[in-house]
């Protein structure tokens, strides 16, 4: 069963705008969130986290928030930018289980001039 | 800095043929991690190590996956005898395991099974 949801398989959105990607997950026991981007042939490149006892984490463009009563996490990119189109990944993991990984099923972004 | 490196890139061979999927992890990390990526379930674990020992392999799909990692700079992915549904993206990643750390993945390797 998949217990990291990401609801949209693609996502269009104009240059200098914001692009809002959702995940929700279902195991309560999760306790540390990733983005991972990643380019056709290439590995999924990690991104931005968020630990449980966090609700917002900041870098640069990226910010991650994460609502734990809704088991919902999203990711803003602000302004988005050609080169941010990839598909983009969303991960949970559980500290008691050596932070292996689950991941979403993906949102492809295009992000057009 | 070198990333994770996994050989080959690209790998097409017969059913029934041994493949063996190769990775070398970060230096000085010491969790290493294998996932297979399909259309069908998207990105999936199969087996980690922490300190060159296998922590969790219940991802492995079936007897004829089998992993190793002999020492903290290698680790492979065995599949005997394959079959056309082991069709996939295999990638490995290795990250440290203090802590929240984000884990670093390799390009991966596009195996097909005819």
């Known amino acids: 069963d998949q217990q990291v949801k990401q609801n949209s398989p693609s996502l269009s959105v104009q240059e200098g705008r914001i692009s809002i990607l959702n995940c929700d997950y279902t195991?309560?026991?999760?306790?540390?969130f990733l983005w991972y981007k990643k380019y056709p042939a290439e590995g999924p490149t990690f991104l931005i986290s968020i630990s449980s006892i966090k609700d917002k984490n900041e870098d640069g463009r990226f910010t991650v928030f994460l609502n734990k009563s809704a088991k919902h996490l999203s990711l803003h990119i602000v302004p988005s930018q050609p080169g941010d189109s990839a598909v983009y990944f969303c991960?949970?993991?559980?500290?008691?289980?050596?932070?292996?990984?689950?991941f979403g099923k993906g949102t492809s972004l295009l992000v057009t001039p | 800095d070198a990333g994770v490196i996994q050989s080959p890139r690209h790998e097409v061979t017969e059913m029934g043929q041994e493949v063996t999927l190769r990775c070398k992890p970060i230096?000085?990390?010491?969790?290493l991690f294998w996932y297979r990526q399909t259309m069908m379930r998207g990105l999936e674990l199969l087996i980690y190590f922490n300190n060159n020992v296998p922590i969790d392999d219940s991802g492995m799909p079936e007897d004829r996956f089998s992993a190793k990692m002999p020492n903290a700079s290698f680790s492979t992915l065995k599949i005997q005898p394959s079959e056309p549904r082991d069709s996939a993206v295999y990638f490995c990643a290795s990250s440290q395991n203090t802590g929240n750390q984000p884990q670093h993945f390799g390009d991966g390797t596009r195996l097909s099974i005819l």
């Open positions: 230096s000085g990390h010491n969790s």
């Open positions: 195991n309560s026991m999760f306790d540390y």
């Open positions: 991960a949970a993991s559980r500290s008691n289980s050596g932070y292996a990984l689950n």
